[in-house]
């Protein structure tokens, strides 16, 4: 099967010791790669009694077939482990060019396993692994890393590593590549993981090329497709994911000051939404390898309170999270703190919700200054947002709490915090209002890995169409019917650009599952057909839940944060809604094939070839 | 201000002391008596800090104003407490004659604190009490033991006692009173909270008289009104209150199969419902005081694997929690479970649900016969549903799980046994299907003892109207507008019920609120408007739900078991309904002047006198 370098990394740090293993095609057949052939790897060797901190959790890094060869926005690698923050499966994934090269130097993937007695790094190079001393490196940066590891290597490598969060166990703490044109693995705390294993960094380099079943009829199609992407991504081009951000205040979706925001925000909305930051702080764009949008910024900030910041600028989420969820609206204040979570490696959307949650902790007197280092931890206070961020990264005073992420922050704190403290299954909810999006509703609470945007469901309920999985054209968002089965049709094919490891934003572009399943075939040299490939996409997406059974998740973990079930957002223009979660779980299973208690049937697995 | 005696008997267990206490008037005019005068003193003298089983709980009972006039069904007496099932407030009552009698011998309520150093019962009989050692009746059942109190003390006394499961600590242990006529105040484990301070018994007796201020006046009314109510109640007359079982099965309100049962259930239905109970065990029925409905049943069993069966039969919650709860179709095998929990002294209610919860956790292999004592604990079989009664009045084997009712016992057990322990904060659900009844279920998921059939919201949406607060027809089941304030709403009266104590049947019997607060003028001699009246009906549910607040509850613990939010009970004539909680909370928080934690904002504190 072509597509494949047909090797995986086995890193055991307890042992010191790097071993090949040949990749199982018959596995890659049916997880494809990234997230899904990760996944099978997790399940299989780890399990509910695995400390996610311990040298027993796993840490797999994984290229899919796409990567290394022409097909656009291939940039793109996956981490899968069990998570600090959840307790239960996780995943992130991240673009650049890491995943590319790490083909290139001869794997498609990286296990992790073990610990090792002091700090170290891993150089993967041509087809060889070899484990280095860091000792020097820990406590760096990501930025400055990045530097030193390629002085350490080569200038050409690519370099995935954790910053001072995911040493310090940060339970959000990230994985960033490619230096300051920062790309973040964040959600779940894989830097943390990586942090508990004494790895602070894995290089990559490479000349070597992935064998292409049809060169020839893919180059073809790509020829064919990619200007639509590029010119459908015009806007995300020029202003960046955060262009839409005062749609998605018009529409009730930005996140208000820890969700609980009553009526309009449009003039904050415009000072820190896309076109603002261009104005203001845009020194240009940047592109994953492949990549035809460019939704990379490149910022600089060198005045002012906030000066420098230089690099990577903030996404939509990092804009939201750290801005509008705080009622911060100085765009420069949150590229700072956009910086401070690269540099320190940690999740900008946990971050910003865990210091919104504070804010509110603050405003309701469960904290106080005492707690603070007496800071005025108040809504809209940009100054402060930075200077949690930055005790968040280094977990000093509040920010050892704060870096629990908020179900653990609010648990310690007591009293009535677990009322504001916003996750699913432990994982804080990104930048979309589930209460505008009933399929997104039900998408955050059955997503495996916790509250989670790139579920994407609300996405086909606003903009997108997608007829190979019977959305025509984009659904009512407020409709009821019908979307649990969208939320899991949308579930599952999110699960095939997890696993092929293709950008989601080419969806945007037009991109269309066809194509992608050409390419796939094209990549690969298999006949696998429309149904064959859904279906692999419902295997994954079944293979994490059952992951999460064993780990004790079920029905009741498949819920929403009490604010987005009983607090309307009023405001003039806006379509107060609250999604019925029920209803909508109960279609949701039903079309799953699982119980109600939110188990895969035996026959539902079966039928997968689970 | 008459309708009162005047008098608080104090009664210190460590101490071993009684003392009288003077009924402070402006109090009694705030909360009435019964729920809310008891509410008052648990939250003056408890906490979050209190033990539920250690000696600084409170077990207080508490008579209205009513008791002991010529008010129809005024034979009530209340029971408050903070609970150790719920670990929050409860409360529980009961007819009979118990609650006249106390203020015929003087008092109008009892305070017990403390833990007396052996068994003691308490004996008041004309304005004095007494505490007697009563270690010989340790270990009695509530039946021989009513016949031993009074031969030790006067044959007329009535006895309000707990049996073997009070003093085991069944967490939903219950006090009965009126020996075979027995009477349970089952909800809540006030009993195991009597059992946990070694008072085994209050026998009271007295033939002084409370003072009416319009006796001629009330004479009149009650003249013209008893006679109706006494009518439109002949049904409950003749086949007691399980005599609707049929048809809350056609409804799909009966619960069925730990409330999982799809389709229809008539011909069991048939075979447990009250004109079956009437035709094959009834010997007679009974009143409580001033009573003109007489619902009691008094059955005899003297045959058969259940033989001997002798005095008061299932009402019926009992006949369908231990009933088709478990799909035990076998009326006389009911019987028998209801007379051993009204011996044993426990709730019907819980016993119920946790028996049924077993039989799940059996089905689904969770527990095997290994945990049952080889017992096949199998959906329908009666004569397992008696002896697990038993094992878990004895805390025998499995019995010792199942007493603690299912909230503990599901976090025992483990695996996904928490999908199928249904409970709301702690309490086991009674058997009206909350999918059924919009405002049944935001009731149900708002009532401060936890779920409870006695919110009675549902009841306005089925059969009956109540004008003066705006509810002049019964609601329609499945809408959801006007649901959450038509719950706060209907709570409120059920407070002034349970404070007058009063009846909540005379409702079926056409009584209105109008003719209750003339009552209560007439009796106490005050001028209350209805605005007033009602008013104070809130005071009553927003000072439990403060003494909640304070023990930790607010938004996270007012929803309903994920059973009756995700899985519709679907079946041939039935018009399958999951409510729309979050939409119904948040009408009701708005209604209610709660925030959207479920907190009453300090402004409608402040309205209340709170």
Avoid at 490 to 500: A, E, K, V, Y
Wanted: hydrophobic share 35%.
């Amino acid at each position: 099967m072509k597509g494949y370098m047909g090797k995986i990394l086995r890193v055991d740090l307890t042992k010191g010791r790097v071993e090949t293993e040949k990749l199982d095609e018959n596995l890659a057949k049916k997880f494809i790669g990234g997230s899904g052939l990760a996944t099978k790897i997790l399940y299989d060797e780890t399990g509910p009694e695995t400390d996610t901190l311990g040298p027993e959790n796993r840490l797999i890094f994984m290229t899919g077939p796409f990567a290394a060869t022409p097909v656009i926005t291939s940039g793109r690698h996956h981490m899968v482990s069990k998570s600090p923050l959840t307790g239960a499966y996780t995943e992130s994934d991240t673009g650049g060019t890491w995943g590319p090269f790490l083909k290139r130097a001869g794997f498609d993937g990286i296990v992790v396993s073990g610990k090792a007695n002091k700090p170290v790094y891993l150089w993967v190079s041509d087809g060889k692994a070899e484990i280095r001393d860091a000792s020097r490196f820990w406590g760096m940066d990501t930025y400055d890393l990045d530097e030193a590891i390629r002085k350490d290597t080569r200038p050409e490598a690519v370099v995935a590593s954790i910053g001072p969060a995911g040493e310090k166990g940060v339970r959000y703490a990230s994985i960033l590549n490619d230096g300051r044109e920062a790309r973040a693995a964040g959600r779940g705390g894989t830097g943390a993981v990586m942090g508990s294993k004494n790895l602070k960094a894995i290089a990559v380099h490479g000349k070597m090329e992935v064998e292409i079943a049809d060169p020839e009829g893919l180059r073809a199609s790509l020829k064919e497709i990619s200007p639509m992407v590029a010119k459908n991504t015009e806007g995300m081009r020029k202003n960046g994911t955060a262009g839409g951000l005062a749609t998605f205040e018009a529409l009730g979706s930005l996140p208000l000051q820890n969700w609980k925001f009553q009526g309009r925000w449009e003039q904050g909305a415009a000072k820190i939404a896309g076109p603002a930051m261009t104005e203001k702080i845009l020194t240009g764009n940047y592109f994953c390898e492949k990549c035809v949008i460019g939704c990379g910024r490149r910022v600089k900030v060198d005045k002012g309170p906030f000066a420098p910041v230089e690099g990577a600028g903030p996404e939509y989420e990092s804009v939201a999270m750290l801005g509008s969820l705080c009622l911060v609206d100085d765009i420069e204040a949150i590229a700072k703190a956009n910086e401070i979570c690269n540099r320190y490696g940690m999740d900008t959307i946990s971050a910003g919700a865990a210091i919104a949650f504070a804010m509110e902790a603050y405003e309701k007197g469960i904290i106080t200054k005492k707690d603070t280092g007496e800071l005025e931890l108040l809504w809209g206070r940009g100054d402060v947002m930075v200077k949690m961020t930055e005790k968040i990264g280094k977990r000093e005073g509040l920010g050892q709490l704060l870096g629990e992420g908020v179900r653990i922050a609010a648990e310690k704190l007591g009293k009535n915090a677990v009322e504001f403290s916003l996750h699913v299954k432990g994982q804080e909810v990104p930048a979309h209002d589930p209460r505008c999006f009933n399929a997104g509703a039900v998408g955050y609470a059955t997503i495996n890995r916790g509250a989670c945007h790139l579920g994407f469901s609300h996405v086909f309920e606003r903009v997108l169409s997608m007829p190979e999985i019977g959305i025509d054209q984009p659904l009512p968002r407020l409709e009821v019917k019908g979307k649990g089965e969208a939320a899991a049709k949308t579930q599952n094919i999110m699960g095939l650009f997890d696993s092929l490891k293709l950008c989601k934003f080419t969806m945007f572009g037009g991109l269309k599952m066809t194509p992608i399943l050409a390419w796939y075939n094209m990549v690969t040299g298999l006949s696998v057909t429309m149904d064959e490939f859904l279906k692999t996409g419902e295997r994954i997406f079944n293979l994490k839940r059952m992951y999460n059974v064993r780990c004790g998740i079920s029905r009741k973990d498949d819920t929403l944060p009490s604010r987005f079930l009983s607090l309307k957002h009023e405001g003039e223009g806006l379509n107060p809604n609250l999604p019925p979660l029920g209803e909508l779980l109960y279609d949701y299973y039903k079309f799953r094939g699982w119980n109600e208690e939110g188990i895969p049937t035996p026959e539902k697995l079966k039928e997968l070839g689970l």
